[in-house]
């Protein structure tokens, strides 16, 4: 019986070897822009408010402001309420346009 739990406990560990991500291959296209500090200032994204909150004005807008990440928050939307200074928050209103832009 423990020869049978054994081979099962090694089939698991290596399919879950086998899950993992690897990174890119040189080569396979550029390397995602990542700000220095990575610490968020949102003075200056007044530019954003109004805009639809496609990827590419997301990013410019996680780029300017400094910050490591950023996510976009709907009306209502559950979201964690932990404070993050590496953060970006562009909250919408309820036509689905950025209607705020904040670090946290």
Known sequence: ???????TGLSVAA????C???APSPGAGP????PTSGVCNAQGL???IGKVPGASVVEE????SGAWMARVLRPGQAVTMEFNAQRL???LDGAGLIARARCG
Do not use: H
């Open 89 to 91: 928050n562009l909250d």
């Open 20 to 22: 993992g991500t690897r």
């Open 15 to 18: 399919l879950l070897l086998g």
């Open 31 to 34: 390397a995602p822009a990542t």
């Open 46 to 48: 007044q530019y954003v």
């Open 61 to 64: 807008a996680r780029q300017r």
């Open 1 to 7: 019986m423990s020869l049978k739990l054994a081979a």
